[in-house]
Nanobody, 127 residues
Framework: QVQLVESGGGLVQAGGSLRLSCAAS????????MAWFRQAPGKEREFVAS????????PYADSVKGRFTISRVNAKNTVYLHMNSLKPDDTAVYYC????????????????????WGQGTQVTVSI
């Protein structure tokens, strides 16, 4: 059983930056592709970014491409989401998710592919 704990959310002005972290425990971190999703009030959960176990492949949602960067440090069992040029539309609860891929370099963008989820961290971007 993998446990995921997000941190780093908060209130920031438009144009600002935040870095989210997700610490994993209870499994072999290198066996998992990792992802960030978000859910705004009244909207469905949506894909933000994901990363293969090696970090070689990192798909992004079009809405965040060029502004957000996903990365991971396997030695620290941690995945990050660096968010720059934040906009009010980025306001949401951000969730970390893990997909057990083993040694295969595959990564999914659909939430249904992910086996484990964190509790979420709130990001609020003010005008």
């Amino acid at each position: 059983q993998v446990q995921l704990v997000e941190s780093g959310g908060g209130l920031v002005q438009a144009g600002g930056s935040l870095r989210l972290s997700c610490a994993a425990s209870g499994g072999t971190f290198r066996d998992y592709a990792m992802a960030w999703f978000r859910q705004a009030p009244g909207k469905e959960r949506e894909f933000v970014a994901s990363i293969t176990w090696s970090g070689a492949t990192t798909p992004y949602a079009d809405s965040v491409k060029g502004r957000f960067t996903i990365s991971r440090v396997n030695a620290k069992n941690t995945v990050y989401l660096h968010m720059n040029s934040l906009k009010p539309d980025d306001t949401a609860v951000y969730y970390c998710a893990a997909d057990r891929t083993g040694p295969f370099s595959t990564v999914a963008v659909a939430s249904g592919e992910y086996d484990y989820w964190g509790q979420g961290t709130q990001v609020t971007v003010s005008i």
